[in-house]
């Protein structure tokens, strides 16, 4: 990288995107400790569930076989199957909560990526405006300087009028051709991010970061449904006892 600076005016900016990035990468981490959890819970359940049926078979014959008489280890065993078919119960408990965390994780890394894509935009689209505004004050004297003369010199007839198109206003010849220069120069151009400092760190598309787009809530409309049928589902969870 050729230049390390980041320009001082950006600073608020800078600040601004760091703050939406960290809140977007914290609502992300949950939601992907939420999902890990999902997973396990339904792994776990499984296995419960394979080692519960087995037991069940096993534990009547062993019963039937004894004379239906329930000895101290038939007493325990079933323990054991009535403990494992109330852990399946609290799995299904805690998946119910986990897809309600899930899909309110979900809204908040759609509001937090909402908030950085705004604060990405605003870097870039001060430093670009900057960037131009400076260019077209310090660098263009010369380039200025050439299209008044082309100008003042297609002001005579006798130079503007050869063509098919004949007389053509000096302002807008010259322009016409400025801008078909400028448009060819404009697409041979190729931005090297490891030379500039600002695009380098803020990256040229925000959508890099994971967990950016769910869609959840899109419309003021749908946020207002969304969260409203949110709130429903809180209020039975903890209704039930199963969320404080």
Not at 28 to 56: F, P, V, W, Y
Not at 85 to 91: D, N, P, S
Not at 146 to 163: E, Q
Request: charged share 30%.
């Amino acid at each position: 990288m050729t230049n390390t600076a980041i320009p001082e005016y950006l600073t608020p900016a800078f600040q601004q995107l760091d703050a939406a990035r960290a809140a977007h990468l914290e609502s992300a981490r949950q939601l992907d400790d939420t999902t890990t959890a999902i997973a396990r819970t339904a792994e776990q359940k499984a296995e419960i569930e394979k080692e519960n049926g087995s037991d069940a078979s096993v534990w009547r014959r062993a019963f039937r076989a004894g004379g239906a008489v329930l000895t101290d280890e038939l007493k325990q065993q079933h323990l054991a199957r009535v403990a494992s078919r109330e852990l399946v119960q609290e799995c299904d408990r805690l998946a119910e909560v986990l897809a309600y965390d899930s899909d309110r994780l979900k809204a908040s890394c759609d509001i937090t990526a909402r908030k950085y894509r705004q604060a990405h935009h605003n870097v870039l689209s001060e430093y670009a405006g900057k960037e131009l505004d400076n260019a077209l004050r310090e660098t263009c004297g010369a380039l200025v300087r050439a299209m008044k003369l082309k100008m003042l010199t297609l002001g005579n007839p006798l130079a503007n009028t050869v063509g098919i198109q004949g007389y053509v206003e000096p302002d807008k010849a010259v322009m016409q051709e400025v801008q078909a220069w400028l448009k060819r120069a404009v697409n041979d151009c190729h931005i090297r991010l490891a030379d500039e400092p600002v695009l380098f760190k803020t990256g040229l598309s925000a959508e890099t970061l994971s967990h950016m787009d769910y869609g959840v809530a899109v419309t003021n409309g749908q946020r207002q449904a969304f969260f409203n049928k949110l709130r429903e589902r809180e209020a039975d969870l903890k209704a039930r006892g199963l969320l404080e």
